[in-house]
């Protein structure tokens, strides 16, 4: 009996979906592209972290897409702003998921906000990639959909508290921190931290996410002298807690975690940030000897002649450079589980000469930890080579 004709082409079109690169089946991807989506800080006080993931994402898909995308398929960015807000994150990723139809997020920008937000993404299967966090919980095998290629915020602690107490000989430490997730998954890195050396903190000031409220923070540690005070917030509130230290004569050795955003730190502190100590989790952004970095640089200014490198735009990169790299091996009809599957069954991607430890393979061998310094003129120098 003959075929009629409605039935043949839905017949065709099924069969063309299962055989054909240019016909997929996931959400997200379609003839010619593959869509990912961040929900991020755009706006508001936190914004130059969420711009800098942006446009490093941006830079490592233009890059990809100039040489005919991956599997001919290029790869697109929608961005919405959370304001680094929770409820905010909430809405946007459930945007992003259910009305933009994203493959994969990207990009995330803060523990509080991806903690609202990776549950969401789990439960529909859409991989979390790249987030701008090191907090624990995004390393629990119970989110399975999260890769993770930065060290952990227990691993930046660790090295602030090792060059503190091994190298310059501190011991008397105190801490200020986001009053959230974010800053006590500080707080609990840096107690941990301490107590293998055993020591405690001898001070702790706390101040609101989205705020500048610093005061009595800074009045509470300084009424207990210490020798140095390790910092978990955003680039706003800790430049202004640092100048106002130096206003009152308070001149502690300070120490930043790389989720401060080091280049919008230091433009922040001007003359007062020099010798504030950050730890970053990328490659230095200057060093051309790395071939990563150099293309990384070619890439942004590609994308925008006006950009220079900073640490945050050179993680945002690396995100993109990764998602490129798995979908390449993941071949023409790429399925996020698939995509996650083969993440962590490699979790070791070379990315032009640089390896990016990733997926359940970054739970064995975390990624490494960089000190930096700023200098006088705003520039950063290794601590290692002080």
């Given at each position: 009996m003959?075929?009629?004709?409605?039935?043949?082409?839905?017949?065709?079109?099924?069969l063309?979906?299962?055989?054909?690169?240019?016909?997929?089946?996931e959400?997200?991807v379609?003839?010619d592209s593959?869509?990912?989506?961040?929900?991020?800080?755009?706006?508001?006080?936190?914004?130059?972290?969420?711009?800098?993931?942006?446009?490093?994402i941006?830079?490592?898909f233009?890059?990809?897409n100039?040489k005919?995308?991956?599997h001919g398929?290029?790869?697109n960015?929608?961005s919405?702003d959370d304001?680094?807000?929770?409820?905010?994150?909430?809405?946007?990723?459930?945007?992003?998921?259910?009305?933009?139809?994203?493959?994969?997020?990207i990009?995330a920008?803060g523990?509080?906000?991806?903690?609202a937000t990776?549950?969401?993404?789990?439960?529909?299967n859409?991989p979390?990639?790249g987030?701008?966090?090191?907090?624990?919980?995004?390393?629990?095998?119970e989110?399975?959909?999260?890769?993770?290629?930065?060290?952990?915020?227990?691993?930046e602690?660790?090295?602030?508290?090792?060059?503190?107490?091994?190298?310059?000989?501190l011991n008397q430490?105190?801490?200020?921190?986001?009053?959230?997730?974010?800053g006590?998954?500080g707080?609990a890195?840096?107690?941990?931290?301490?107590?293998r050396r055993?020591?405690?903190?001898?001070a702790?000031g706390t101040?609101e996410?989205?705020?500048r409220?610093?005061?009595?923070a800074l009045?509470?540690i300084?009424r207990a002298?210490?020798?140095?005070?390790?910092?978990v917030g955003?680039?706003?509130?800790c430049?202004?807690?640092?100048k106002?230290?130096?206003?009152?004569?308070f001149?502690p050795t300070?120490v930043?975690?790389?989720?401060?955003?080091?280049?919008?730190?230091?433009?922040e502190?001007?003359?007062?940030?020099d010798g504030?100590i950050?730890s970053?989790?990328v490659?230095f952004?200057w060093?051309t000897?790395?071939?990563?970095v150099?293309?990384?640089?070619?890439?942004?200014?590609a994308?925008?002649p006006?950009?220079?490198p900073?640490f945050?735009?050179?993680?945002?990169?690396l995100?993109?450079r990764?998602?490129?790299?798995a979908?390449?091996?993941a071949?023409?009809?790429p399925?996020?589980a698939g995509m996650?599957?083969l993440i962590?069954?490699?979790?070791?991607?070379?990315?032009?000469?640089?390896?990016i430890?990733?997926?359940?393979?970054?739970?064995e061998?975390p990624?490494k930890v960089?000190l930096?310094?700023?200098?006088?003129?705003g520039?950063?120098?290794a601590?290692?080579k002080?």
């Amino acid at each position: 009996m003959a075929m009629r004709p409605a039935r043949f082409l839905i017949a065709l079109s099924m069969l063309l979906a299962v055989t054909h690169p240019a016909y997929a089946a996931e959400v997200g991807v379609t003839a010619d592209s593959i869509l990912f989506g961040q929900a991020a800080a755009l706006e508001g006080p936190s914004s130059a972290l969420g711009q800098s993931m942006r446009q490093g994402i941006l830079a490592a898909f233009a890059e990809i897409n100039a040489k005919g995308g991956v599997h001919g398929r290029k790869l697109n960015l929608i961005s919405r702003d959370d304001g680094y807000d929770p409820d905010r994150s909430v809405v946007q990723t459930t945007e992003l998921i259910e009305k933009d139809q994203v493959f994969a997020l990207i990009g995330a920008v803060g523990t509080p906000t991806s903690k609202a937000t990776v549950p969401i993404a789990a439960a529909n299967n859409v991989p979390f990639i790249g987030p701008f966090s090191g907090a624990d919980f995004l390393r629990s095998s119970e989110f399975h959909n999260v890769v993770n290629i930065r060290a952990s915020y227990s691993d930046e602690a660790e090295a602030w508290i090792k060059h503190l107490t091994e190298d310059l000989h501190l011991n008397q430490i105190a801490i200020f921190y986001q009053d959230d997730s974010f800053g006590r998954d500080g707080l609990a890195g840096v107690k941990a931290a301490l107590d293998r050396r055993g020591l405690e903190l001898v001070a702790e000031g706390t101040f609101e996410r989205n705020t500048r409220a610093v005061g009595a923070a800074l009045k509470t540690i300084r009424r207990a002298e210490p020798q140095a005070v390790v910092m978990v917030g955003t680039y706003g509130p800790c430049a202004e807690f640092i100048k106002l230290a130096h206003k009152a004569g308070f001149r502690p050795t300070f120490v930043n975690i790389s989720f401060v955003g080091a280049n919008a730190l230091a433009r922040e502190l001007g003359p007062d940030g020099d010798g504030v100590i950050v730890s970053q989790v990328v490659p230095f952004p200057w060093d051309t000897s790395l071939k990563v970095v150099v293309d990384y640089q070619k890439a942004q200014k590609a994308l925008d002649p006006r950009l220079t490198p900073d640490f945050v735009s050179f993680e945002g990169y690396l995100s993109g450079r990764l998602t490129a790299a798995a979908l390449q091996l993941a071949g023409p009809n790429p399925t996020r589980a698939g995509m996650l599957q083969l993440i962590n069954e490699i979790g070791r991607f070379d990315i032009s000469g640089t390896i990016i430890t990733c997926g359940a393979k970054s739970r064995e061998a975390p990624s490494k930890v960089f000190l930096t310094v700023i200098k006088a003129d705003g520039t950063f120098k290794a601590v290692d080579k002080l």
